[in-house]
């Protein structure tokens, strides 16, 4: 966004810009202490108070964020991206009242605001006021009706206060906008899963078959370029994703006594069973021999399919040879037997940004730093996906 401040001289600018600079590389410290010689020169900054203050908040550090931006604000009161940014962190520390006040005031001077709503939803979601968040959802779709997190987040409400088929309905509506969600088919399944338990009538055959196909080739994304001084960074919203029953995987008929034969590996005269032969598969890892990792990760699993950590490691490798739709699928086995583990989450949506599927990598990055908030990955991943989604909509 363009600033409003007073013309920036040069020093001040080089300090902004080497601050920024380091919060592209994770280097939020030193964010912090670029930031703090430009505001010494300058205090009134604020895009610089909060670009700080999102460092601040990279470290963990969100009381002190938020009294950045409060000395933002006390500069230009109304400024929506820091009453956003705000919001955010307060609501992190739990204070909710506070950062629904954020939205509030956000709302009062632009009505028409649907991500505003969705966060007071998101937000009221968390504190188990159900009600009040399918409100604030549907001001949200009243604005904005083709965002299908909103409406994966209005169903996930509408199964917490046990309305079953409005929510059904809300998921479907969806998938109409992006079919290509798995965490919203999952919530659908799990919500017609609900409505069977209660006795009603559901073909769920007919509805795993209306599965969509993966696509045969996505052309790979374009580089994103750094953000250039001195332009606010705004923090990304994080989606409400909720707890999915992952389905399991079946394990292969393999008698654990025997180890399979494959003539490619004799070569390497490896015996042992899963254990050695994934330990085998890292060393060609670390040694950047990918195939060969990859054809004892291929073993391992055939003697015990059910090893989250095997299936992470032949995606990492099919990574490296940049085969990222066949990752994809490991990534996705290993999420099957351990559906919490952030990492296996990082790696998913680092194969689904590479791959250019923006939108389902921000969403899965989104899912990691729920499950570990302190992770910088996650963080990193969130900020260069919606980098790309905003240069994709110039």
Sequence with gaps: MATDDPVIDTEVHKWINKGNMQIESSMYNDAIQSYDKALGIDPKLTEVLNNKALALARTGRYEDAIQCYEKALEIKPEDEEVLYNKGIALAI?????????????????????????????DIYFESGKYEEALHEYDRSIEINPK????????????????????????????????????????????????????????????????????????????????????????????????????????PLNIDPGTEPSNPELEKYAVTGKSKEYLIKGNAFFNEKKYAEAIDFFDISLQLESENCITWNNKGLALAREEKYDEALVCYGKALEIDPDDYIYLNNKGNALYKLGEIKMALKTFGLAFEKNPENMTSIKGMELCIRSLKQAMK
């Design 93 to 121: 520390l739990g204070k909710t009242s506070e950062a629904i006040g954020c939205y509030d005031k956000i709302l009062e001077k632009n009505p028409g605001d649907a991500s505003a709503w969705c966060s007071k939803g």
């Design 147 to 250: 965002d299908e997190t909103v409406w994966n987040n209005r169903g996930l409400t509408l199964v917490k206060l046990n309305r079953l088929p409005e929510a059904i309905e809300s998921y479907d509506k969806a998938l109409e906008i992006n079919p290509t969600v798995e965490k919203i088919w999952s919530n659908k399944g799990l919500a017609l899963t609900k409505m069977k338990q209660t006795g009603e009538s559901v073909d769920l055959q007919k509805i795993a078959s209306s599965l969509p196909k993966e696509e045969d080739a996505i052309p790979e994304r374009e580089k994103v370029e750094t953000i250039p001084a001195p332009e606010m960074q705004k923090e990304p919203e994080v989606p409400v994703l909720l707890e999915t029953a992952p389905e399991k995987t079946v």
